[in-house]
Each structure stands twice: as structure tokens, then as C-alpha cells.
């Protein structure tokens, strides 16, 4: 399995700009979840789904930000209009059923966001 | 909030010697694990230990668990350049995995 796979690896967009992040699991996990790494606030959990559904976005931080899971391989977050205060690392991770009690996650490699 | 604190933030050894991290947390768990992540990578996942248990290995890894402290500590043995690396715990409970800020260890050659 590749693992984890996040596109783009890195993205400039201008403030205002809708953008897109991706996101494919490894095939058989049942959760996914969206995490945001930033020098003054460490990592983030922002969402996560469980066989595609989303379970808690408690850390979404405002409307601007939504993801989504249409199916089993594939999932965006998605922040429209962004800021640059939405500057940040963007990780993706996936894990099989109850993975967090036994085996831990497998995260992407990131997408590196920057918003000017 | 279950975020761990890592405790020291960084940390720079020789090769061959050996480093030892702490975490402490603030609320019950079901398990703590450790991550770690090369500069510009993603986490990577290191070792679980879960509340019933004191003490895992795992390689060149060593991990202690102590519920009554809410704290736990890695220690890796005889150090390499390729440890480099910050290393992150995360406490996991509710379903949900949270993350302290993590330290940042460097091995000098």
C-alpha cells in the first residue's frame, strides 16, 4: 500500500482564493481525520469520519473551512474564502476500525498551505 | 482537552547516547502514543502503550506509563543521526487522538 496520499504537497493561494486539499486513505480503514499543524498551536484535529461519515468537526474553526468524504478513497477540506491566518500544515491520517486503540494512525505527508 | 506536554522541548545528544523524553497529561486515557516526524514529513507512529500497562519496548525504544501521574516517558537507546527528528506524544481517548507540542531532539554525529 502507498499509504496515506495527500495532494497537493504544497499550495500558494491569494486571500480570498477558494482552496482544496485531497486526501486517499489506505485502503480498508474506516476512519479518517483531518489535522492542522501550526508552530503556535501544535496539531489540530479538525474533522473525522467514520465509513465516510463525519462524526465530530467540534474542530472545524469557522464556516469557512467544510470537508467531505464521498466515499471510501477519497476526501477534501476545503476552505473558502481563505485567510492568512489559515497558514498552515494540513495532515490527513487514516486508521482501520478501533485502529486508535491498538495500532495508531497512518498519516499523509502533508499539504503545506500558505495564504497571502 | 487530553493534549500531552512534552517536557523538554528540545534536546541535543551525541550519537550513541541516549535521549529521554516526558509527557504529561490531564484527563484519563484508553491508551498514549508516541510519534515521530522528520522535518517536513508526517508523523510516523512510534509505540502504544495502554493505561493497564507500565512499561513497552520496541526496538531501541523504551516507553513508561505512569496513569497515577498522568505522565509517560520515551527513552531511545544508543542514539542515531537518522533519530533526528521531533517526536510528539498523543493521548487517545473519545475516540480521538490529541497531540502535545512535541520535542525536538537532534543527534550530532
Known amino acids: 500500500d502507498a499509504g496515506v496520499i495527500q495532494s497537493p504537497r504544497h499550495e500558494v493561494t491569494e486571500m480570498g482564493q477558494e482552496v482544496t486539499l485531497r486526501c486517499k486513505p489506505i485502503?480498508?480503514?474506516?476512519?479518517l481525520f483531518w489535522y492542522r499543524q501550526t508552530m503556535m498551536r501544535g496539531l489540530e484535529l479538525l474533522i473525522y469520519?467514520?465509513?465516510?461519515?463525519?462524526?465530530?468537526d467540534s474542530g472545524m474553526p469557522e464556516d469557512r473551512f467544510s470537508a467531505k468524504m464521498p466515499n471510501a478513497s477519497f476526501s477534501t477540506l476545503k476552505i473558502q474564502p481563505s485567510e492568512p491566518r489559515d497558514s498552515a500544515v494540513y495532515f490527513c491520517a487514516s486508521s482501520s476500525l478501533r485502529g486508535g486503540d491498538n495500532y495508531g494512525y497512518t498519516f499523509g505527508s502533508g499539504t503545506r498551505l500558505t495564504v497571502v | 482537552s487530553q493534549q500531552g506536554e512534552e517536557d523538554p522541548q528540545a534536546l541535543s545528544i551525541q550519537e550513541g547516547e541516549n535521549a529521554t523524553m516526558n509527557c504529561s497529561y490531564k484527563?484519563?486515557?484508553?491508551?498514549l502514543q508516541w510519534y515521530r516526524q522528520n522535518s517536513g514529513r508526517g508523523l510516523v507512529h512510534l509505540i502504544l502503550i495502554r493505561s493497564n500497562e507500565r512499561e513497552k519496548h520496541s526496538g531501541r525504544l523504551r516507553v513508561t506509563l505512569d496513569t497515577s501521574k498522568k505522565s509517560s516517558s520515551l527513552l531511545i537507546t544508543a542514539s542515531r543521526a537518522a533519530d533526528t527528528a521531533s517526536y510528539f506524544c498523543?493521548?487517545?481517548?473519545?475516540?480521538?487522538?490529541?497531540f502535545g507540542k512535541g520535542n525536538q531532539v537532534v543527534v550530532i554525529p
Open positions: 484527563t484519563s486515557i484508553n491508551n
Open positions: 469520519f467514520n465509513n465516510n461519515v463525519p462524526i465530530d
Open positions: 498523543a493521548t487517545y481517548g473519545n475516540n480521538r487522538l490529541a
Open positions: 485502503s480498508g480503514h474506516d476512519y
